[in-house]
């Protein structure tokens, strides 16, 4: 949790727009999970941006009193800590069903989404940090870069380029400083070592040797369609795109591709971004992850829901070859 509130604050201290976070809370005690957010709310002066959404399992028993919880004594970021360490009792779920044990990471990427108070939302993990500035040279963007033709524009998300830098470097906040470490080898797009399709974007190239200055602007405006059908881009969009299925976990992978997949085959455009990146920092990852063996059942749990899924998207759209999507 600790390093969870770490990542909370960068995200306030780096994103100037509101923010809306949801919480997945699988087990024990949602008072000490509120007593943190409490504690956030009381000392950094940024979380009055941020809204925050709880999702629990089905079956959990919840018992707790919202006017118990009280305000923090000091503004002291190791308080925190001591105070979780005090108050924990939460033990590990010995339930061997994986079924009731997986992260639903759908479910909270729909309910962040769903519950965002502005026109645009950017979905994204909490450990993707956003460039300088890119909420606000967002908007200044959209102003300059109008749509003529309604129909495109319902269908048309902005993607925002992903990227992982070694832990020996600082976070680089614009895209010069980026630049540089990818030339030094010190950084590279996301996933490039791990996964090498799943987030290389049209125009990567381009993207490194273009100057975009202080401003954000399109690169390029494309499909995901060959040979890129395996992408899964981070965008801004509304809250008009499909939802995330809700019935695939983070640990079974492909979580996202589904719901690119359905977007694809509706028509989408995707505009890729110059001058705005997120940055999975620090430390690149080198490992692939589908070799972990204790992945196995939540990957086998995910391709049941995955072929299923599958077929129901495809009835409901026409056949686009150029969206060929492989089984997992």
Not at 111 to 124: G, I, N, P
Not at 168 to 197: D, G, I
Not at 203 to 224: A, C, M, N, V, Y
Not at 285 to 298: G, M, N, V
Request: with cysteine.
């Amino acid at each position: 949790m600790n390093a969870i509130n770490t990542k909370a604050v960068l995200w306030c201290k780096y994103w100037e727009g509101p923010i809306s976070v949801a919480a997945y809370i699988p087990d024990g005690d949602p008072k000490v999970i509120l007593e943190s957010v409490l504690h956030l709310c009381y000392c950094e002066p940024q979380m009055s941006r941020v809204s925050l959404h709880l999702v629990f399992r089905k079956d959990l028993a919840l018992s707790f009193y919202l006017s118990k919880l009280m305000p923090p004594v000091r503004c002291d970021l190791q308080e925190i800590s001591i105070q979780q360490s005090a108050n924990m009792n939460i033990q590990p779920s010995n339930d061997s069903n994986i079924t009731n044990n997986w992260y639903p990471i759908n479910v909270c990427r729909n309910a962040a989404r769903q519950a965002a108070l502005t026109e645009y939302v950017l979905v994204c993990d909490v450990e993707l940090m956003p460039s300088q500035g890119l909420a606000s040279r967002f908007i200044d963007m959209t102003e300059s870069y109008k749509c003529l033709e309604p129909e495109t524009c319902q269908k048309r998300v902005f993607v925002v380029p992903v990227f992982e830098v070694e832990n020996t470097e600082e976070l680089p906040r614009n895209k010069q400083q980026l630049v540089q470490l990818m030339e030094q080898s010190k950084a590279v797009y996301f996933h490039q070592l791990s996964c090498v399709h799943c987030q290389k974007f049209p125009g990567l190239e381009q993207w490194k040797e273009s100057d975009s200055g202080d401003l954000i602007k399109p690169l390029i405006e494309t499909k995901r369609e060959v040979p890129y059908h395996r992408w899964e881009p981070i965008y801004i969009g509304t809250k008009q795109e499909p939802m995330y299925f809700e019935q695939l976990s983070w640990e079974g992978f492909q979580d996202k591709m589904l719901q690119m997949h359905e977007m694809c085959l509706a028509g989408y455009n995707l505009v890729v971004l110059d001058g705005a990146f997120l940055v999975h920092w620090p430390g690149i990852k080198k490992a692939k992850r589908k070799d972990e063996p204790w992945r196995l059942p939540y990957v086998k749990m995910n391709q049941r829901y995955y072929d299923t899924l599958l077929r129901n998207i495809t009835k409901r759209y026409h056949p686009n070859p150029q969206c060929s999507l492989k089984k997992p």
